[in-house]
């Protein structure tokens, strides 16, 4: 069956020299793994650099029920980024969202919600002018809710973040998973702001680093199996 799918690139992989196999996550059909022929072609021109992380298609492919690769049919480019491609910061922000996408999305329904959230997360990414050192922390924190982890938000300062329950709590729990009142406080506030206040939030270096390290370990602490995420280090390197 030919269906169409608006659909958001999380990783590819090189099947043949004019092949690939490509990830992406749909707006339509939840995740999908899509073969691509004829990336590169005897005249000279290839779709090969299309295939950048979480750019975002029109798809048409031939989608069969029982099998678990699919074959494209057609492509095009959705929104054709302007400042990712050639700024460091924001693609390494994006190959970082693409592979934690890749890492942690394993369903193949349909959820709007989330598709509509990673969308406009690149959109902004994009497009935003200032607090892009701060974007991949508030991404990793907002996609807490969509992914099903997601902690509530407190109204009190002073508090510490228990990762093992997910709460704030007035005093520091027994086990040694948790956020320090700083780090807390640094937590509550992405869990409250949009994309377009990160220009208002003035982190360290240091504070970056620290908070992203113990953002991953929540992660893995609830989402067990997660991999090893090998751009992690480069980002870290980015913007210390």
């Known amino acids: 069956m030919i269906v169409k799918a608006r659909a958001i690139l999380l990783h590819h992989l090189r099947y043949s020299d004019n092949s690939l196999i490509a990830h992406f996550y749909t707006r339509e059909y939840g995740r999908l793994s899509v073969m691509v022929k004829g990336i590169s072609s005897r005249k000279g021109s290839t779709k090969y650099p299309y295939f950048q992380p979480l750019h975002i298609f029109n798809i048409e492919l031939y989608h069969y029920e029982n099998r678990e690769i699919h074959n494209l049919k057609e492509l095009n480019l959705s929104y054709i980024p302007r400042n990712i491609p050639g700024d460091i910061r924001r693609s390494s922000i994006a190959l970082f969202m693409g592979e934690l996408l890749n890492n942690i999305i394993r369903e193949e329904d349909a959820n709007h919600a989330l598709y509509g959230f990673i969308e ?3 959109i902004s990414l994009d497009e935003m002018a200032d607090g892009i050192s701060n974007f991949h922390l508030w991404f990793l924190v907002t996609l807490t809710a ?27 729990p027994t086990h040694p998973d948790y956020l320090e009142p700083a780090l807390a406080g640094l937590l509550n506030r992405l869990l409250m702001i949009t994309a377009d206040e990160l220009a208002d939030l003035h982190l360290t270096g240091e504070e970056r680093t620290e908070l992203l390290n113990r953002v991953i370990r929540y992660y893995q602490l609830h989402l067990p199996g997660i991999r090893q995420i090998r751009s992690l280090q480069v980002l870290k390197e980015i913007f210390r």
């Open 120 to 122: 406009s997360s690149v």
């Open 146 to 172: 969509y992914a099903g982890i997601g902690p509530s938000s407190s109204p009190k300062a002073g508090f510490c973040f228990d990762m093992i329950s997910g709460q704030f709590t007035p005093d520091p």
